[in-house]
């Protein structure tokens, strides 16, 4: 006989407890571990219904990560202390159509290590644009998004993309704030491919701070920006401009403003000389160490293709930048004390 909803949030809530309990004593250092430990927890707890099977090598796009019969759990994970999260694409490409009710099962490892459960559709609270639009979810959420757009979840899931939109740009409008523009607004939305963020802000208008932070995460994420000569160095900025762009919603209209002018490499104005990029790096070495530490892993997926440990990342960042730099060798030169 098939679970009954009851039943299975029943299994959530045992599955939590245990993995809190677990969390407690050594956290889980990255999305892909804690993923696959739910997916063992999972299938202990219904190793006595023989109509459930977990596919522990699915899809990587599926959704939701686990199919359990008629349920399904979608995975989200991160180190900081949130309940708040960055999900899949509206498009919802690579659905599990036998599955009809989801559910999100959270592991948050920052502060006071926790496992929470809740409704999907009550917990997708916003919608944001990257490469696609993709919606964020928060255990716990106030407002669902479905219900602020006035639709439920089943039924938007459901319609063409080009439908999906209008409710997203309806929605959008409503959330801007004095001095924002809603500056995309075409109606020929291609696939879903898009690469524009709903609020956007000029780079040259943030503060020194901000200005530090975002170009600390870009660093480290796009480390072919240490490239000073060959093949792509006229590139070499781009994921770094569309990082702000579509994370952010910064637009940077001049990308030698980010590492290359000599207000950012030598601010001192002591014509030293030496590689500039290299000197603007030096420099924002300590915002590079605490990005490393609070970055999403799910960023470091996307950009580098591989998932990476808080304490490996600046370990690996120096590998990837010593095999890219020609005229210099990064890890002789920074993050060295």
Known sequence: MPLKQAEFETILDDACSLLTIESRREIFNTSALFENRVREVMRDLTADDPSITIDFCPHPQAFPDIAMGAFGVEVKFTLNDTWRSVANSVLETNRIEEVSKVYILFGKMGGTPEVRWGDYEKSVMHVRTSHVPRFEVEIGASDSLFELMGIVYDEFRKLPMHEKMEYIRVYARSRLKSGERLWWIEEDFN???????????????????????????????????????????????????????????????????????????????????????????????????????????????????????????????????????????????????
């Not at 480390?223 to 637009?251: E, F």
């Open 191 to 337: 696939d879903g491919q898009h690469a524009l963020p709903i609020q956007a802000r000029l780079y040259t208008s943030l503060k020194t701070e901000e200005k530090n932070r975002m170009r600390a995460e870009a660093a480290l994420l796009c480390p072919t920006i240490v490239q000073t000569k060959g093949v792509g160095v006229r590139h070499k900025y781009d994921d770094v401009v569309l990082y702000l762009l579509t994370y952010h919603g910064v637009i940077c209209h001049q990308a030698r403003d980010l590492f290359s002018a000599g207000s950012v490499a030598n601010p001192a104005n002591d014509d030293e000389g030496g590689v500039y990029i290299e000197r603007a790096l030096k420099l924002l070495e300590e915002e590079m160490l605490e990005a490393a530490q609070t970055m999403d892993d799910a960023l470091f997926v996307e950009y580098w293709g591989e998932s990476a440990p808080p304490e490996k990342r600046i370990e690996r960042w120096l590998k990837k930048a010593d095999g890219l730099a020609t005229d210099w060798i990064p890890s002789e030169r920074l993050f060295r004390e």
